[in-house]
């Protein structure tokens, strides 16, 4: 399938029951032949309000770290492991608070992710967190260990790399040391590009 059939596709899927709750699918966006692949968790409350990822305050975080990397945003396709957002309401308020996907649910979201994969056949695909690179390399994947290790992606012609996700650099209480490692990461997905920019 194209990237626009699976983009079609996907608006009805219904392959776990996040459907029901999340406004809409929000499909991954940018160059259909990206050298660069972005792999995020799962949109936010503001990304699937909009139907476009990162365009809330990770994705704000992303687009300073990917600048000060020297890699322009729109050049990178960006997507997520899980295409629906999986919340729960806070007790008091209309605030909708994330919750992590489970592996049931990151698995029914695979095919979307591999299909836009091997559309996109990108050099290089870089994993933002944990869940998306367990969704790509594996449950027994650890980011502490291999986090910025330019690997092969089993099964593809493209490299992976995994890295911090933007939210973690604003939960964390170092920030700006964590906010230096994305960036540091970048910088290394940046210069294992061939001919690097
Ligand atoms: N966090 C993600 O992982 N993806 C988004 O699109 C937004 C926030």
Redesign the pocket.
């Known amino acids: 399938m194209s990237l626009a059939e699976l983009r079609d596709a996907a608006a009805g899927c219904r392959n776990c029951g996040l459907y029901k709750d999340a406004t809409q699918t929000?499909f991954g966006q940018g160059p259909s032949h990206a050298r660069i692949v972005m792999?995020?968790?799962?949109?936010?409350d503001?990304?699937d309000k909009a139907g476009?990822?990162?365009?809330?305050?990770?994705?704000r975080i992303?687009d300073k770290a990917l600048a000060e990397a020297g890699i322009d945003r729109s050049t990178v396709y960006?997507?997520?492991?899980v295409k629906h957002f999986k919340f729960k309401p806070a007790e008091r308020g209309k605030r909708r608070i994330?919750q992590q996907p489970n592996r049931t649910e990151v698995v029914a979201c695979q095919p979307w992710l591999l299909g836009e994969l091997s559309e996109v056949e990108p050099e290089l695909v870089v994993c933002?967190?944990a869940?998306?690179a367990k969704s790509l390399l594996g449950a027994s994947f650890r980011l502490t260990q291999h986090r910025g290790e330019i690997m092969d992606l089993p099964d593809t012609k493209s490299k992976v790399t995994a890295t911090t996700?933007?939210?973690a650099v604003l939960r964390a209480e170092n920030r700006d040391e964590v906010y230096k490692g994305l960036v540091a990461d970048l910088v290394t997905a940046r210069r294992s590009l061939k001919n690097a920019p």
């Open positions: 929000v792999v995020g968790e799962q949109p936010g503001q990304e476009e990822p990162f365009v809330g305050p990770a994705g992303l960006l997507t997520n492991a994330h933002l967190g869940v998306a996700h933007p939210s």
